[in-house]
Nanobody
Framework: QVHLVESGGGSVQAGGSLRLSCTAS????????MAWFRQAPGKERAFVAG???????TYADSVKGRFTISRDNNKSTVYLQMNSLKPEDTAVYYC???????????????????WGQGTQVTVSS
């Protein structure tokens, strides 16, 4: 079973940056597709960004141009670089993964088989 652990959350002012990390306990991480979801207060869990096992990426429209997802297979880690943060980005961010999924498939939560515990991101104005 793949265990996912998120880190890097915190509190920042609007316009600031954070980098989230998610490390997987899986030595075959290169075949593992990863995504970030978030759940804001009073809202449904929503897709943020995904990266497939071959490196293709997909972003929610709300974060395009501000967030960048990347992966380091040698470290079994996926990153979410978040720039120009807005108060509406405030949410608990969850790392999720599944085997051999395309970037497009990452947008659907039911395709993800493993989930992390979440990390809080708070953006103040």
């Amino acid at each position: 079973q793949v265990h996912l652990v998120e880190s890097g959350g915190g509190s920042v002012q609007a316009g600031g940056s954070l980098r989230l990390s998610c490390t997987a306990s899986e030595r075959t991480f290169s075949s593992y597709s990863m995504a970030w979801f978030r759940q804001a207060p009073g809202k449904e869990r929503a897709f943020v960004a995904g990266i497939s096992w071959v490196g293709g990426t997909t972003y929610a429209d709300s974060v395009k141009g501000r967030f960048t997802i990347s992966r380091d297979n040698n470290k079994s880690t996926v990153y979410l670089q978040m720039n120009s943060l807005k108060p509406e980005d405030t949410a608990v961010y969850y790392c999720a993964g599944g085997w051999g999924l395309s970037a497009a498939a990452m947008t659907l939560s039911q395709k993800l088989t493993n989930w992390g515990q979440g990390t809080q991101v708070t953006v103040s104005s």
